[in-house]
């Protein structure tokens, strides 16, 4: 109950910041989904952050370590660092520059200008929305597993939910479903203001939490008497097949061009709308800076002790001590690794506090994504058809928070679903996005571009998703490569996406008619 009660608070908190933060709201559209570009450089670092260290990043790389190894961090934690601040500077900065001069608020406004295409807007749009709500399902699936795993044992009630999937905690349905509303209601109130300033205090929340999770989980399992040495020790029983088979080029463990085409996944963050969203609010071109230099050093703080935690848990220090149905537990659902282990190890007191850093995290990221899809279909649905002069800053508001509204519904709803793995859902999710960066990466920096190739990319790259998500069964097979025709080296999925939407984009574009200068000026200086 004491875990029970911490959460709680904590999200009556968070709920407090989120209506605070509403009292600023100017009542405006672009001050609710743009906060009136005036995000400054600490808050800019702390929200992109924020939305980008999802469930993925701590609920997902724990249970994927746990079950795959210490080559977790390699695969997407070393690449992230790197690829995510180079298109923070690449793109971001290119991107609000143009945003800021033309007035665009989503994606699709900055795609139909820059490829003179009304067309684009209808075809990327049920796209990108596709591709966000999985990365939705991650985080609500997520915090039902963290909240369920940490209560257990609380009621002597299931609540006429099934007693063998409860284990006497709070439902998974009854979790996510507060979480979601939560989320809902500040968003609801705050817009991208409410959504910045919650993002920033989940952020600061969840690394320092988080660096004391890791602290409190080497001392129980180590069992020293200094941090360096119980480090060492509970290192030191992990068992050596989770080492082999996180190894790169080893025979035993990842293939090399696995591992290379691995790093394609992290150039999706080019392709998210709600980091997209984020990017216009900045004050100025320099608030850029500290996200550029900041970012690789976050996600080490965050990534780092969430794959030894799950490499540790397999050890016979954890994994070992655990009884038989537990142990099952976790072989069938490696997401709640990291909340088993805080409920295990920590004090009701800690594990609680614990829990709130790991909820801080997922909702970090929900509340810019609602968010963001709001946005969209009231700019590039509604008001762009029926004619933006005709719908004013009030209507536009109520427009968004009412397809807010019935996002977070079906999201929910899908929730209830067979699970899938929050680390293999979200590879998938990301290689969607990846697969369409070539777009937004031509349409800044190759002037022959044409609206043709850009259709060719955008079908080249849903097509070649579609199918491959198909062969998987659905991302049921955790561990689904693609094998180069006649050789036996195997890539991940984005490979063959990214290669596919690239040379059909190339191909398309250099066989039209490129677009005028004089309109290209716009976008060349």
Sequence with gaps: MTQLIIICCYLALLLGLGLFSSRLFRGTSKDYMLASHSIGPFLLLMSIFGTTMTAFALVGSTGESFKEGVGVYALLASSSGITHSLCFFLLGIKLWSLGHKYGYTTQIQFFRDRLQSEGIGLLLFPILVGLVIPYLLIGVMASGSVINGVTQGTFETSFGFDEAVTKGGVPKQVASLVICVVVL?????????????????????????????????????????????????????????????????????????????????????????????????????????????????????????????????????????????????????????????????????????????????????????????????????????????????????????????????????????????????????????????????????????????????????FGSWGYLFWQSDFAANRGYTVMVPGTDYETMPVATMFLCSTVAMVIVSLITKPPEEEHLKRFFA
Aim: aromatic content about 14%.
């Design 185 to 461: 209601i500040y968003v609801f109130f705050g817009g991208m203001r409410g959504t910045a300033w919650a993002n920033t205090f989940q952020t600061i929340v969840f690394m320092i939490l988080g660096v004391v999770t890791f602290y409190v989980i080497a001392m129980k399992l180590g069992g020293k008497t200094t941090f360096m040495e119980s480090l060492r020790a509970a290192s030191s029983k992990i068992p050596p097949d989770k080492l082999i088979r996180g190894a790169v080029g080893d025979h035993h463990g990842i293939s090399k061009l696995k591992y290379f085409t691995y790093m394609l996944v992290p150039l999706s963050v080019g392709m998210f709308p709600h980091v997209f969203q984020h990017w216009l609010t900045a004050k100025n071109a320099k608030a850029f800076k500290l996200p550029v230099i900041a970012h690789p050093i976050f996600i080490m703080i965050v990534w780092l002790p969430c794959v030894l935690v799950g490499v540790w848990a397999s050890s016979d220090l954890f994994y070992g001590q655990l009884p038989a149905p537990l142990q099952a537990a976790l072989d069938g659902n490696p997401n709640i690794v990291l909340p088993v282990m805080v409920k295990q190890l920590a004090g009701p007191l800690l594990g609680g506090f614990l829990t709130a850093g790991i909820l801080a995290a997922i909702m970090s990221s929900l509340d810019s994504q609602f968010l963001c899809i709001g946005t969209m279909f009231t700019e590039d649905i509604v008001k762009h058809y029926a004619g933006a002069e005709k719908i004013g800053d009030r209507q536009s508001i109520l427009i968004a928070r009412a397809f807010i509204i019935l996002i977070v519904a079906i999201t929910y709803g899908l929730s209830l679903f067979e699970p899938r793995a929050v680390f293999t859902l979200g590879v998938w999710c990301f290689s969607g996005f990846s697969s369409l960066f070539p777009l937004i990466f031509a349409c800044l920096y190759w002037k022959k571009l044409t609206k043709a190739g850009a259709y060719a990319a955008v079908l080249a790259a």
